[in-house]
């Protein structure tokens, strides 16, 4: 349903872009999904890092707020973060979340790693 991509090694101030389809997903029907990426790390639980709404207001975790942003691009049925100043802090599997009405889909998620 979700195919997420972008991951990989990057040292610490580096930037990494992420990006999330719903290919099988009506046009129409993704206009209206929320879309959000969430993080994990071992241990923890999971945590929200962006979220986007259908209108386009977006929310962010205050421990990426002013070096992440996330864009949904309609046209794609897709959904990016864009990630700049990483941290080794910012290391996690990343998760790309949809939710559309009662219903939550989940990508298989994609490893970041930020080297100091």
């Known amino acids: 349903q979700l195919q997420a991509c972008g991951g990989g090694l990057v040292q610490a101030g580096g930037s990494l872009r992420l990006s999330c389809a719903a290919p099988?997903?009506?046009?129409?029907?993704?206009?209206?999904?929320?879309m959000a990426w969430y993080r994990q790390t071992p241990g923890k639980e999971r945590e929200l890092v962006a979220v986007?709404?259908?209108?386009?207001?977006?929310n962010y975790a205050d421990s990426v707020r002013g070096r992440f942003t996330i864009s949904r691009i309609n046209t794609k049925k897709a959904v990016a973060l864009q990630m700049n100043n990483l941290k080794p802090d910012d290391t996690a599997i990343y998760y790309c979340?949809?939710?559309?009405?009662?219903?939550?889909?989940w990508g298989q998620g994609t490893l970041v790693t930020v080297s100091s």
């Open positions: 979340n949809l939710k559309r009405g009662a219903v939550t889909y």
């Open positions: 099988g997903t009506i046009l129409s029907v993704f206009r209206d999904d929320v």
């Open positions: 986007t709404a259908p209108g386009g207001t977006t």
